[in-house]
């Protein structure tokens, strides 16, 4: 509903009339609204063409934030608002638009399909760099200042917490994010208010430039003309150094960035100087690359399997017919998909196109990386979030202004700037990375298949074992299944052994809690003797407060939503954390009947000690979150890994990622079971995957590889088919169990937190919300409303969470709830927040 004012407005253009104009504006801020401002005399004389995708400033709640000029067509439909008087911009940021006009139209499309503020998504699209900051830091006022040195009269005035918050402020102005991190069991929020009332602090408005620069390494070359072998005998006869290195720069093809030389050698500054004096050498600058690159060996290209050949078939096809089509290609580990991928993106090369590859977390699959540069080399531009802004920025102005044509990146990079899209690839499609979680809650899948509709371009999404949503939607016809049964000549799948440890358990009545089990440990011995290495593997993700038997690895559940009650220590009671029925600790197992039920957690330490106490002459290594925050731990245990150093390696799922070892002929699987009992309804996809690419760590060189599952439950669906490989056998059971229970891919799926830091507030919050959903529920509704309960992860960062879930099949009625709930959200306390994922993945 555009407001009559400015209708019929011409398009913009240098002949426009008007001495002001009227532009639409997207701000990265989470309101669910666009923006009209004026664009003053002044600034249309200088800048006579400007376009949606154009980057502006805008004062805006007293602050400056970067805005993106939208089409002036775009506009919410279920905006309800009046519309804001209109105020100036301030400044024109870019010549030209920065942004294509699709991908706006893309992003506003996505953000109303999930509810998300449509600026904050189209903020996704911006340049690196231009981030604009919400976050306004507090800052003390004069008056604080003074309170701060009068400490007696301060501690007359302020609470203690308050005084503590007023100095930490003091040290340096911070956000409130920070606050509750420096500041544990402070109430923060509550504290920051009556200090504002007191007028002791203030929001300080922080600008950040919108421009990064682009960093450059100075490249330096053989002069033209310059014959390095008559140089040496004739100019440098006397200057060995100088000779050596100019031998050196000779030989590399592109030339050398200094920095890699004066790295290695201190003296090369001023050798560098005189050989340039001699006009030897000339330097150029020129954008830096990627900075964590590694080099990879065989890039060559291999004839294609039969198999190979028959998926990439349909692929060209579709890229040389540029149609939208969409491919799971579904393969082993090991089947040769990356094969597949590299050939795609050769045809989509040739045909003058450009291609986008995404990877699950870029830190931890260099491998993918390195092959495809090895493959193609400076066509390919890598985007991450470990790049700063300036390397960012470099990499996004090369797509760009098309001098790369291939960008690999994590899901982010959807929205790097390529406007001739022939190909999206995401391998590994079923991993949870692919989910943002904050603010423009995207899924890159989705994201993925509305990006490649409008750049007319397939999209394939690669996997050994794919999402239950995108199996079953080939099984329905939407996506084409190409597969790749067998690995790449011939290699055998590794061998699959699953330890019951019930029945080792029984065998062994006295032994102590049953870590290693004695099959697994005698394959470690064996592994050891003939000089492999073993990787142990624990899933550790989430916390250790479910009810779990030791004897029997039993686990209690909720019978309605199946999934596990988690327990509390504060009312020693079990909880669901979907429906919030509460259940008293059983006295002994509900499953054996023995006495000591425990909490689970073995932690990936105490595992660790007991390994180096059973294997006291191997070299261990231990690799899981808490390490790899070390600067440069991670690298050090791939590559002790790569290396054959190390023997034993003590890891969390971040070993599990698409890494290739071929010194690796043993993996176990010690716990298998402590993912199933997690409070989501996802937990049996989750382990079965997680375990199947485990399992395919094992063995891909020559040596056959093995691996050994521990698990009471040898005969659940998500653990007996991982010994023969059957994903199929596993898809058919959990697709049943969703059918009945009404979980997705059967139902849509809302989950609702609300958190705040007094909890009474956040659950009559949460109740007023539920009412207000229920409202909006007829009987006999094919949509039903659980909860309130408390979050599985009930307090995080100092803030009590509480969840409603909103399942059901019928699309329209979920949306009118979800508004319902929106609105209802709204009229709450400022210090209750709420989020709304309309399409979950992580339910904790
Ligand atoms: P995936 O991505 O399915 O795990 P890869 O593409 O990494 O499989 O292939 C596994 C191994 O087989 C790699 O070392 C790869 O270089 C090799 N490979 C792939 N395709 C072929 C082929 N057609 N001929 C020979 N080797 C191949
Ligand atoms: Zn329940």
Same mark, same amino acid.
């Given at each position: 509903? *555009? ?6 407005l ?36 200088s ?8 980057? #502006? ?24 608002e ?55 830091p ?16 301060a ?35 509550? &504290? ?14 922080q ?34 150094? %100088?000779?050596?290195?100019l ?81 799971l ?29 995404l #990877? ?41 202004s ?33 989910k ?38 080939? +099984?329905?016809?939407q ?14 799948l590794p ?5 019951d ?24 011995? %064996?592994?050891?003797? %003939? ?13 250790s ?20 009650l ?9 909880? &669901? ?12 197992c ?11 957690g ?36 791939l590559?002790?890994?790569?290396d054959?150093? #190390?023997d034993i390696?003590?890891?969390t799922?971040?070993v ?34 997680l ?8 063995g ?11 698990t ?7 653990l ?7 994903? +199929? ?10 059918e ?16 705040? +830091? ?14 207000a ?14 909860g309130?309960?408390?979050?599985p ?8 969470r ?6 059901g ?12 709930i ?11 927040? *709420? ?10």
């Open positions: 509903m *555009t407001a009559p004012l400015f209708d019929g011409p398009p913009l253009g240098p002949d426009d009339a008007a001495d002001e104009r009227i532009l639409r504006v997207a701000l990265p801020v989470p309101l669910d609204q666009l923006f009209d401002y004026r664009l003053p005399a002044r600034l249309s004389a800048n006579p063409s400007v376009r949606p995708g154009t980057r #502006v400033r805008i004062p805006f709640a007293g602050q400056l934030l970067v805005g993106l000029v939208v089409p002036n067509d775009l506009m919410l439909e279920e905006r309800d009046p519309r804001p008087p209109l105020a100036e911009i301030q400044a024109v940021i870019d010549q030209e638009p920065v942004v294509s006009e699709s991908m706006i139209r893309i992003l506003a499309e996505a953000a109303r399909e999930i509810f998300a503020p449509i600026g904050l998504a189209v903020a996704h699209a911006l340049p690196p760099g231009s981030s604009p900051r919400t976050a306004r507090y800052a003390l006022t004069p008056r604080g200042e003074r309170t701060l040195g009068h400490a007696a009269r501690g007359n005035a302020l609470g203690e917490q308050e005084g503590r918050l007023l100095a930490k402020i003091a040290e340096k102005p911070s956000t409130l994010a920070a606050l509750s991190r420096a500041l544990p069991g402070v109430r923060v929020e509550k &504290c920051l208010g009556n200090l504002m009332q007191d007028g002791l602090i203030e929001r300080r408005v600008i950040r430039s919108a421009r990064a620069r682009i960093p450059t390494d100075r490249i330096v070359h053989l002069a033209p003309g310059i014959e390095c072998e008559e140089a040496k005998t004739t100019t440098l006869a006397r200057a060995a150094s %100088q000779a050596a290195l031998q050196k720069i000779a030989e590399a093809e592109h030339g050398i960035a200094t920095r890699t030389l004066t790295a290695s050698d201190s003296r090369v500054g001023a050798l560098l100087r005189a050989l340039a004096k001699r006009g030897l050498v000339v330097f150029e600058e020129r954008p830096r690359l990627f900075a964590t690159e590694t080099i990879l060996d065989g890039g060559g290209e291999v004839s294609l399997t039969d198999d190979q050949t028959d998926a990439l078939g349909p692929i060209h096809d579709a890229i040389k017919r540029q149609v939208s089509e969409r491919f290609l579904h393969g082993v580990t090991g089947s040769g998909k990356t094969e597949v991928y590299l050939r795609a993106i050769a045809v989509v090369l040739e045909a003058g196109r450009q291609a986008l590859v #990877v699950p977390e870029i830190t931890l699959t260099h491998q993918i990386v390195a092959r495809v540069r090895a493959r193609f080399g400076d066509q390919v531009a890598v985007l991450h979030s470990g790049l700063k802004p300036g390397e960012r920025l470099a990499q996004w102005e090369r797509l760009r098309r001098q790369t044509a291939i960008a690999v990146g994590a899901r982010s990079a959807l929205f790097a700037p390529l406007d001739a899209l022939g190909l999206i690839v995401i391998d590994e499609e079923h991993d949870g990375a692919y943002n979680d904050e603010g423009f809650r995207y899924h890159a899948r989705e994201m993925a298949a509305l990006i490649a509709k409008q750049a007319h371009c397939p999209l394939i999404l690669g996997s050994a074992t794919p999402s239950l949503e995108t199996r079953h939607s080939a +099984e329905l016809g996506i084409r299944r190409l597969s790749l049964p067998r690995r790449v000549g011939g290699r055998p061998a699959v052994e699953i330890v440890l019930a029945k080792e358990k029984a065998r062994n009545p006295r032994g102590r809690k049953m870590i290693l089990s004695k099959p697994l440990r005698s394959a470690i011995h %064996q592994a050891l003797d %003939q000089g492999g290495q073993t990787i142990l593997f624990l899933n550790r993700r989430g916390f407060t479910r009810i779990y038997c030791f004897q029997c690895g039993h686990a209690e559940r909720c019978d309605d939503c199946d999934v596990a988690v327990y509390h220590a504060a009312d020693y009671q079990l909880r &669901c954390h979907y429906c919030d029925l509460v259940r008293a600790v059983p006295e002994s509900n499953g054996c009947g023995d006495p000591e039920t425990a909490l689970l073995v932690g990936t330490e105490r595992l660790e000690e007991e390994v180096r106490s059973v294997f006291p002459t191997a070299r261990t290594m231990r690799l899981d979150r808490d390490v790899a925050s070390r600067r440069g731990h991670t690298e050090s245990v590559r002790a890994l790569k054959e150093t #190390v390696v003590i890891g799922q971040m599990a990622k698409g890494h290739d070892f071929p010194g690796v002929q043993l993996v176990g699987v010690v716990a298998a079971d402590l993912g199933l009992h997690l409070p989501d309804f996802r937990a049996a996809e989750r382990t079965f995957q375990l199947a690419q485990v399992a395919g760590r094992a891909r060189a020559d040596r056959p590889g093995r691996v050994v599952v521990q009471f439950v040898p005969d659940h669906y998500a007996a088919p991982l010994a023969t490989h059957d994903y +199929e056998s596993f898809y058919r059971e959990e697709i049943e169990h969703r009945t229970l009404g979980y997705p891919p059967f139902a849509g799926l809302t989950r609702v937190v609300l958190h705040a +830091e007094e909890i009474d507030q956040v659950r009559e919050a949460a109740e007023t919300v539920a009412r959903a229920r409202s909006q529920i007829p009987d006999g509704a094919r949509v039903e409303l659980l309130p309960a408390p979050a992860l009930t307090k995080l960062r100092g803030r009590y509480f969840m409603l879930l909103l399942k099949d019928d699309e329209a009625l979920l949306r009118r709830v979800s508004q319902a929106l609105a209802a959200s709204k009229q709450l306390p400022r210090t209750v927040q *709420t989020a709304l994922d309309a399409r979950p993945v992580n339910m904790l």
